[in-house]
Each structure stands twice: as structure tokens, then as C-alpha cells.
């Protein structure tokens, strides 16, 4: 800009401060917009992660790591985990105890998982593709409410279930199982060792979320392990804090030398969220600002102009313009520029959100009635502050503006 222009006070009246005045309010209007929206987006999106059904119940369930074996303690810890266990069934405020070596609502990493071939000989064909494994108890099913759509659980005292095995849908949908109850009792064998990697498939177990909603439900295998790395508590919800207090006092007194420490399952879930929440809460913060800083630039900008047309307004007010009339005049311009932020900003957000949406695999679709709300949250601020500078001056008398004329 030409300095001598900009001091004589030109520039403001002239079509560059014009064109660079519409724009920023522009720039703001579309900032604001966009952020308002991508705030409504996430808070939808987490809503619908902690209350989508996730395949498993998990109110009143606890897990906790077990004391680890060693080549001394052994066989003796494994006696203590059985009583431990028993003490726990027992009491009347736990209703399930079980052992697993992953607790739901962990990381995609806290469970093994293998790259091998797979099929049910006779029966499909060879299948690749990661498998997750998992080890658990009879009891770990009822205990993290999973349920069994086929076959039958685990049993201690069947010597065969060392080598069964119970999947998930997804793995039988994975090699083209159309009908879970005709594969039940079948050999599910891995790789090409005939003899040495055949399990026999016992049950199938409901597809259930085991971590974020970002991954789809993996095909698994479960098989049969006594007393895995962790454990899993059901409690009575009617009176789960005895239940609490017991499995505290009982393995203390079990396990005096190793520190428990227990988390509900609904809340290591909600944790996998946190991440989700604390960036919603930042953008939510910034789409505030946004439109605080956009209503002051427009509360500035509208002062700037009812100053400059005082006079303009004055005129009309003689020749009979009321003041609607004249406030219409004053919001036809910004209503034009919200238009134009609008054009400009919903093509951004929606890609911008629907992209950041499709890393999930279990998604809301766009919202576009928060697109609505959003602009109407904006066009609301821009012309309230628009309408309160234009009112200060079309309510003052005429004369006022027009006696140095």
C-alpha cells in the first residue's frame, strides 16, 4: 500500500480496503464455520463410540493382572490361583471369575497374533491373513459377558480341550463359513503341518469389540489356558462394592507381596476415547474464539460503517425509511459474505471431517444438520453485532448527521 494514501485516510474508502476488509471477514466467517461444525462432528462421532452396542457387557466387570510364575513358585502359584478363585466364586457379591491373557478395552498390541495359513480341512479352502490368538478359562466368557452362539465353552474336565479351540465370527466368515453350527467339531489346522497344528473348534463365540473402534472386529482363535496372565471379575451390581472389598482383603491375603491393582472394564473402553475427547475439546475451544474474534472484527468493521453512513441513514430516515427498512440495508452486504464464507467452508469441512471420520472402522455418517446449526450459529452472532451498531444510529435524530451538511 502507498503510505501517503493510508495516512490521508483513503484507503478505507477506497476499492482495495474494500475488497481486503470483505475478505477477512470472510476468512473469519469460514474459520468460524468450519470449526463449529468439526466440533459438532467429534462429540457426535465419540457419543456414538461409548454408546454403540460393542458385542460384550461389561457393567460391573473388573480385571486385574495376576502375580506372574517363575521356575520357583510354579506349581505353587498356580495352587493359591485356585483357591483364590474358588474364595472369589464363593462370595454372594461375585457372580463370574475367570482368566484371560487380554482384557478388553486394551491396546491393538496387548494380544498375540499370527500371519499363518489357515482352513478347516474337507471344508474350506486355505485362507491368509492375520489371526489374533487368544488363551482363557472356562470362566472367562460369562465373566466379560461374551457370548456363545455355537457349541459349547471350555471344560477343565475334558482333557481333550487342551487342543480345542473357539473362534469368532469373523474368523469363520474370513474362510467363507456360511453356517457356524456345520463346522462345529471340525479340525482347524494352521500351516501345512497336518498333524502338529490341528485344533479341534468347539464353539463360536459372538463378534466383540477388544479395542478402539478405529479396527474392525479381528478374526480370533481362543484356546484353553488354565490360569492366563489376567483375571476377570464379574460383579453383582446390586451390591459390587462388598464384591470389591473382598477381592481386595482376598488377595491380599493370597498374594500379600504383589500389589493389586483393578480397573472396570467400561472404563479402560472409555480411555481407548480419551484421545478422540481432548482434540474435540481443543477444537472446541478454538471454534469459541473464532467466533468471539469474528464478532468483535465484525463489531469494529459494523461501527466503522454506521459511522461512515450516518449520513446516508440520516437521509433515508427523512424520506421515510424505518428502521427495519434500514437495518435490511446493512445486513444485505454481510448476509452476501456469510454466503460466500458458507461456499467456501462447507466443501472444506466436509471433506476435511468426513476423512477424518473414515479412520473408523464403526463411524457416524456427515452430520449436515450440524452444517445447519453452524451456519445459523454464525449468521446469528455477525447479525446481532451488525444490528446493535446499525440501531445505535438509525434511532438518532436525523439532524444529528446531517447539520454540517
Not at 495376576?66 to 474364595?87: A, I, V
Not at 458458507?342 to 472444506?348: D, M, R, Y
Amino acid at each position: 500500500f502507498r503510505t501517503v494514501v493510508v495516512l490521508k485516510g483513503k484507503f478505507r474508502s477506497s476499492a482495495k480496503g474494500t475488497i481486503l476488509r470483505k475478505g477477512l471477514v470472510i476468512v473469519q466467517f469460514t474459520v468460524s464455520l468450519t470449526l463449529l461444525v468439526a466440533t459438532f462432528v467429534i462429540n457426535q462421532q465419540v457419543k456414538y463410540m461409548q454408546s454403540v452396542d460393542k458385542g460384550i457387557d461389561m457393567d460391573y466387570v473388573v480385571g486385574f493382572r495376576r502375580p506372574m510364575f517363575t521356575n520357583e513358585n510354579r506349581e505353587g502359584l498356580k495352587e493359591k490361583l485356585k483357591q483364590f478363585k474358588q474364595s472369589l466364586s464363593n462370595h454372594h457379591a461375585i457372580e463370574n471369575v475367570g482368566f484371560a491373557d487380554a482384557l478388553p478395552g486394551g491396546e491393538g498390541s496387548d494380544i498375540s497374533s499370527t500371519t499363518g495359513e489357515v482352513q478347516i480341512p474337507g471344508k474350506t479352502n486355505i485362507m491368509e491373513g492375520t489371526t489374533y490368538m487368544q488363551w482363557c478359562d472356562e470362566g472367562y466368557f460369562a465373566a466379560a459377558g461374551i457370548r456363545l452362539l455355537a457349541g459349547r465353552n471350555f471344560d477343565s474336565k475334558i482333557s481333550t480341550d487342551t487342543s480345542a479351540i473357539i473362534v469368532n465370527e469373523s474368523f469363520l466368515k474370513r474362510l467363507g463359513v456360511q453356517d457356524i453350527n456345520s463346522v462345529i467339531n471340525e479340525n482347524i489346522q494352521y500351516g501345512d503341518d497336518e498333524e502338529g497344528h490341528k485344533y479341534r473348534l468347539i464353539g463360536v463365540m459372538k463378534d466383540y469389540n477388544r479395542t478402539s473402534l478405529k479396527s474392525k472386529v479381528e478374526p480370533t482363535a481362543t484356546f484353553y489356558h488354565t490360569y492366563a496372565s489376567n483375571s476377570v471379575i464379574r460383579l453383582n451390581k446390586s451390591n459390587y462394592r462388598e464384591g470389591i472389598t473382598h477381592l481386595e482383603k482376598t488377595f491380599e491375603g493370597y498374594f500379600p507381596n504383589t500389589p493389586l491393582s483393578y480397573s472396570f472394564l467400561d472404563e479402560r473402553f472409555s480411555a481407548l476415547f480419551q484421545e478422540d475427547r481432548q482434540f474435540g475439546q481443543v477444537i472446541a475451544t478454538f471454534s469459541a474464539l473464532a467466533v468471539i474474534v469474528a464478532s468483535l472484527g465484525l463489531f469494529g468493521l459494523s461501527a466503522f460503517m454506521a459511522i461512515n453512513r450516518a449520513k446516508e441513514v440520516g437521509i433515508r430516515k427523512v424520506l421515510g425509511a424505518s428502521i427495519p427498512q434500514i437495518l435490511i440495508i446493512f445486513y444485505r452486504e454481510f448476509v452476501l459474505l456469510i454466503g460466500l464464507s458458507s461456499l467456501i467452508g462447507i466443501p472444506l469441512v466436509y471433506y476435511g471431517m468426513d476423512g477424518w471420520l473414515n479412520n473408523y472402522a464403526y463411524r457416524v455418517d456427515f452430520p449436515w444438520v450440524f452444517v445447519v446449526i453452524a451456519l445459523l450459529v454464525v449468521a446469528a452472532s455477525a447479525l446481532l453485532t451488525v444490528g446493535y451498531q446499525t440501531i445505535r444510529v438509525a434511532v438518532k435524530n436525523p439532524s444529528q448527521a446531517l447539520r454540517y451538511e
